[in-house]
């Protein structure tokens, strides 16, 4: 399956394969893994997971680190996830402005109704008020419905 980086089209397609998979899976679990336990647990030596991730790193697979907290560990946050039509085929040119939005914490890729999934985050109501006009004056968005995170049932 093709990655690669999606700022322009001269950038060098990187063909993943099944190891290149395992490889994320568990760094999606625990990206702080040392080297020595990933390459144990995917069977290979420390050298093959270091240039992998180099790799996935070069390549654009891998963008960064990141800390995950739990959706309570923050009270007083407010989370909203918005819904976003795109008009024709201005996905890309939507996605570009979308991912310079400081507001937006997620944004993904969707079938059905919806184009894009975008996942907010903000101190305070009138900070999402903000965020969200900012999103709905983007030329290429059609439509939008936004939902407020209330209370989380199952945390993982």
Known sequence: ???GKMAGSNDVLLKMDALDQQLIA??????RAPVA?????LKVSRGTV???IAKLEDSGVI????????PDSVPDEITAWMSITVDGNRTREVVSILLGEPGITGLFDTNGRWD?????R??????????????R????????????????????
């Open 50 to 52: 270091t240039n992998r």
């Open 116 to 120: 894009l999934l975008a996942e907010i």
């Open 137 to 156: 004056l983007i030329k290429g968005i059609a439509s939008t419905e936004t939902s407020i995170h209330l209370q989380s049932y199952k945390l993982s």
């Open 63 to 70: 963008t960064g680190y990141t800390v995950r907290l739990r």
């Open 37 to 41: 336990t990933l390459a144990a647990k």
């Open 122 to 135: 903000s101190p305070n109501l009138n900070e999402l008020a903000a965020v969200l006009e900012r999103v």
């Open 26 to 31: 568990l760094l999606r679990i625990d990206a």
């Open 1 to 3: 399956m093709p990655f």
